[in-house]
């Protein structure tokens, strides 16, 4: 997964515009690896923030049971050239 995400990183950021941004939905299991692989592709100053996407309340079938229940994901948002970005 990681080795096919980044060859498609370094494509986007190769085709990313100086003023161009970047966003990166990811699970729990792997935010932690995408970000180290932004900051080495993009420079850690270029990593601008890891967005938490809270998705509701747990109810019915999601509460019932053992486990903890997922109720947020990532994105990470970098851009090509920090200072230059457009929101």
Do not use: C
Not at 26 to 45: C, I, P, T, W
Request: glycine share 10%; charged share 20%.
């Amino acid at each position: 997964y990681l080795a096919m995400l980044q060859e498609r990183l370094v494509l986007m950021r190769d085709l990313l515009s100086e003023s161009g941004s970047l966003f990166v939905h990811v699970g729990y299991q792997v935010s932690h690896f995408v970000r180290a692989m932004l900051e080495s592709l993009f420079g850690r100053r270029n990593v601008v923030a890891e967005i938490v996407w809270s998705y509701g309340t747990p109810s019915g079938g999601r509460a019932a049971g053992n486990r903890l229940i997922k109720a947020h994901e990532y994105l990470l948002y970098v851009t090509k050239s920090y200072g230059h970005h457009k929101y």
